[in-house]
């Protein structure tokens, strides 16, 4: 071994003296790179090497420095450097022969680079169908007029707080285990109790399936019971998130024309494997689904062994006396799956909504539902859990109603005084945002100006699935908004010129 000045190294004779310097500067650069850093000297050495190796800068057969020089290049004890030697040797990543030195004893190949191979790489038909859907990505930030979105600011946060560490103190640590696929038994209990109260739906705890979402409901039912083809009954227009998930089961979707009394069902019309319905309030015009309708419907289900969702996504929130209770309750024979949500009553990012479904069939959701994501988070469950018995959850919705409806007839009003010249609500007796009515072929201009306004408007068109149906229109999200903020908005929309 000699001193080589020029480079300050010291030299394994043994060693190739091109090689040497390069194989030290590359372990050094490598040591010294933050993201080596570990617990101990010798896992840093350690990961060193291994990354070395892996990268391909160490390949198979390379002969290593001895210990000693190692310790010296790195700046760490001999006994480290040694440690380190051992250890992955137990590895596998290195050979030690006696009196010949320390060998690289693995090939790892490279990596090819990532954007070849993902160009390669294809998506199932099925993974086509979905990416064509283009996903229901509505961001719903809270501004004039984005639709759907409770007024988080009128939210009980330090209650829930209160009841969030009161759980984690009587629970502590079981609430952190994995929970019951079908959902945490208090919150199913308190959603039977609250849905059989409040909708007349007839179910017991056994009967509901807690989810993150109306969407995980929606996806899981096409997967559950819907082959490639079966025909689907759609609101015509409707719900895209619903539209979403049965186009990505294959199913053949049937728009069906809705008026004033809801979907109207024809004997023309193909028989359904299932119905997609909004009954208490239509998504997205907010007409319900009258008395007569329910019947003949649930009749046709019964008749040509169909499944009904009832997606009762915002019926707390009814202005002009009650809603008709859910067509759940009078479903006799099976047909109908009722689908609620804690996204619109609670707060969006609680991720927890509700699917009530016939007793024989609540193992094959809860089945299903281990393949999506096994459970909801038990702690967001207890504590809803929690509010909805001690009684917030009523007291919550009553407050937000009055609260809610006070602005819906603000809106209502403002549209019919102030933007008559290219505008006419449909008046809804509940919900979150009231229709609009725009001229013919106007609404990509009149959003546009609304737009540049600084008004989001979002539309009506594209909630048809055929093109000679599109009526268009706005739908405008007022329960997220002051009176204040409303009269701002709407007074922008109104220097809007028409035609
Ligand atoms: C008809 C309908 N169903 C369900 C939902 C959403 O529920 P979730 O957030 O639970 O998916 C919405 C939200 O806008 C909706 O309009």
Redesign the pocket.
């Known amino acids: 071994m000699t001193i080589m000045p020029g480079f300050g190294l010291m030299v394994d004779t043994h060693f190739p003296t091109m090689i040497r310097p390069i194989m030290q500067q590359v372990l050094l650069t490598l040591f010294q790179q933050p993201e080596h850093a570990a617990t101990t000297l010798r896992e840093r050495v350690c990961n060193t090497l291994r990354r070395a190796i892996h990268s391909g800068a160490l390949p198979l057969g390379q002969r290593l420095p001895s210990s000693r020089l190692l310790a010296a290049d790195l700046q760490v004890s001999r006994v480290t450097a040694e440690a380190a030697y051992r250890q992955l040797e137990a590895e596998g990543y290195l050979q030690r022969r006696v009196g010949q030195g320390t060998f690289v004893a693995i090939r790892i190949n490279k990596p090819l680079p990532v954007r070849k191979m993902a160009g390669q790489l294809r998506l199932s038909q099925r993974g086509e169908a979905i990416l064509h859907t283009g996903g229901c990505r509505?961001p719903?930030q809270p501004l004039p007029f984005a639709?759907?979105s409770p007024d988080l600011r009128a939210f009980p946060l330090k209650l829930w707080q209160q009841l969030t560490a009161q759980q984690l103190r009587l629970r502590g640590e079981a609430l952190l285990r994995y929970g019951d696929p079908q959902g945490y038994l208090p919150l199913r209990e308190a959603i039977a109790g609250y849905v059989g109260q409040t909708r007349g739906v007839q179910c017991t705890a056994q009967q509901v399936i807690v989810l993150?979402?109306?969407?995980?409901?929606?996806q899981l039912i096409a997967t559950l019971l819907l082959d490639q083809g079966d025909n689907v009954w759609m609101e015509e227009p409707g719900?895209l998130?619903?539209r979403n998930a049965f186009i990505s089961a294959g199913a053949n979707l049937i728009p069906v024309n809705v008026d004033e009394a809801g979907l109207q069902p024809s004997s023309t019309l193909p028989a359904p494997r299932l119905m997609y319905l909004?009954p208490a309030h239509h998504?997205?015009t907010g007409v319900a689904l009258s008395l007569e309708r329910r019947v003949t419907l649930l009749e046709i289900a019964r008749r040509e062994q169909s499944w009904i969702i009832e997606?009762d996504?915002?019926s707390e929130f009814h202005y002009d006396g009650q809603p008709m209770p859910a067509m759940q309750s009078q479903d006799r024979h099976g047909n109908v799956l009722y689908?609620g949500?804690?996204?619109?009553t609670l707060f969006?990012s609680l991720?927890l909504?509700y699917l009530i479904v016939p007793a024989e069939r609540a193992a094959a959701f809860t089945t299903a539902r281990t393949l999506y994501d096994g459970h909801s988070a038990q702690l967001m469950q207890a504590v809803t859990a929690e509010f909805i018995q001690q009684g917030h959850f009523a007291a919550h919705i009553r407050y937000m109603r009055q609260l809610y409806r006070s602005r819906r007839d603000g809106l209502l009003l403002q549209v019919e005084q102030r933007l008559k010249a290219f505008a006419t609500a449909q008046p809804a007796s509940g919900g979150l945002q009231l229709a609009v009515w725009l001229p013919p072929g106007q609404e990509a201009r009149l959003t546009r100006q609304a737009q540049q306004l600084g008004v989001i408007t979002p539309g009506l068109a594209a909630q048809y699935m055929t093109p000679q149906a599109r009526r268009d229109g706005w739908l405008l999200g007022f329960s997220a908004l002051t009176p204040g903020e409303i009269s701002a908005a709407v007074e922008q929309l109104s220097k809007i010129t028409s035609g």
């Open positions: 509505d719903l639709a759907g993150t979402s109306s969407q995980q409901a929606l719900y998130g619903a909004t998504y997205p997606d996504y915002d689908l949500t804690f996204s619109k969006p991720r909504a």
